[in-house]
């Protein structure tokens, strides 16, 4: 399985970015998640869906900005990050962690999107 974001940038504070994942064939995911990494710090979970009913979840500091839409039709994932401040620069990445068997399951990584967000 191959997950493909983009969409990253460079951006003014305030402005808005939507980020693109796709992946290469339908998958059976228990959830599919956008986390993002900046240099020194560990990765963090931003927003995530389930693929059982579509709950979402997200991250307090992105609350009320972003929103994660899945297509599984397109077999893509968005999110789109609306009133982009400096502290949403990092790098993001696609996870998707896909059921393999009725007991176990594998994550897999897209490449990452760049968010940089400067005046």
């Known amino acids: 399985v191959q997950l493909q974001a983009s969409g990253g940038g460079l951006v003014q504070p305030g402005e808005s970015l939507k980020l693109s994942c796709v992946w290469s064939r339908s998958l059976d995911y228990h959830a599919i998640a956008w986390f993002r990494q900046v240099p020194g710090k560990e990765r963090e979970a931003v927003s995530c869906v389930s693929g059982a009913d579509g709950s979402a979840y997200y991250h307090d500091s992105v609350k009320g900005r972003f929103t994660i839409v899945r297509d599984d039709a397109e077999n893509t994932l968005y999110l789109q990050m609306n009133s982009l401040k400096h502290e949403d620069t990092a790098v993001y990445y696609c996870?998707?962690?896909?059921?393999?068997?009725?007991?176990?399951?594998?994550?897999?990584w897209g490449q990452g999107t760049e968010v940089t967000v400067s005046s």
């Open positions: 996870r998707a962690d896909v059921r393999t068997s009725p007991w176990t399951s594998t994550d897999y």
